[in-house]
């Protein structure tokens, strides 16, 4: 009795089918279909499926399986499916990059797709802790200026977390890197959530002009990250109350899949 949307996302990833898994007996093919549709039963029940543009749970372990957006599974630019480019690393843990040639493209501009270009969202679950050896960014894109910025660096080499819509801020985070970071601006007032414990971030109402760059995961124009990722999305911004939830939501799905850090 799986959710529709679930189940058109398990068909169209082929997790249903064993025989595809590359996760070396990390969960089974019935712990990956249950736990997609624990998120997809969460995520309606939460009040945020709508809310939220693209979906990459990245379960199977496989380039083709960690392509699906879960809103929308179709092999298409226009379904927001990621290509991948460079190297990258997948397995049952989700994906990760190289530091220097390894990304994927969503095909999702802000300002066009999310509609209301001074507000967004994004949530990065990182498998990888510790401080990045270079300034490098997880995800994000940028507009038209470096200040017109849609963005997540988890941890700098300065110790930094550098995190905004519209524009950016930075902070000292007491967290090693890992776990859950949602990144999300519902109005004017940008939040930060790590594991579910809440940062006031930037306030800035300024247009986000991102008319010609996607969002991209594992880079930001010339940076290049080497984090893993278990689980990323793209939303058009969440009250705290569905912030705070969705982050509960998300280390769950992680724990069905015995990959929580």
């Known amino acids: 009795d799986f959710d529709k949307d679930a189940e058109n996302f398990i068909y169209a990833s082929g997790i249903n089918n064993p025989a595809n898994l590359n996760v070396d007996g990390l969960y089974t093919s019935e712990q990956a279909m249950y736990a997609v549709n624990y998120l997809v039963s969460g995520l309606k029940a939460i009040g945020v499926w709508d809310k939220i543009k693209a979906i990459y749970p990245f379960v199977g372990g496989t380039a083709d399986m960690h392509k699906w957006n879960l809103k ?36 999702l501009i802000p300002a066009t797709h999310i509609g209301n270009v001074s507000r967004g ?34 941890k700098r080499p300065d ?44 306030s800035s109402s300024a247009t986000f002009n991102s008319t010609l760059y996607p969002v991209t995961i ?11 990722c ?17 982050s509960k939501l998300i280390i769950s799905y992680q724990g069905i899949l015995n990959r929580k850090v």
């Open 72 to 107: 929308d599974p179709r092999d298409l630019d226009a379904a927001f499916r990621i290509v991948w480019n460079g190297t990258i690393t997948h397995n049952g843990y989700g994906v990760k990059g190289d530091g220097s040639t390894g990304s994927g493209n969503t095909y």
């Open 121 to 154: 969202g994004m949530c990065f679950y990182s498998g990888t802790s510790g401080y990045d050896s270079a300034f490098r960014s997880d995800c994000g894109t940028i507009g038209d200026g470096s200040s017109n910025t849609f963005r997540l660096t988890i």
């Open 159 to 202: 110790g930094q977390t550098l995190a905004g819509v519209n524009s950016h801020a930075s902070a000292t985070i007491v967290n090693d890197g890992s776990g859950c970071w949602l990144l999300t601006k519902p109005s004017t007032q940008g939040y930060l959530f790590v594991n579910g414990l809440q940062y006031n971030w930037n």
């Open 218 to 228: 594992l880079r930001v124009q010339s940076e290049y990250s080497q984090r893993q």
């Open 230 to 246: 278990r689980y990323f999305h793209i939303d058009e911004g969440l009250s705290i109350t569905e912030s705070q939830g969705l």
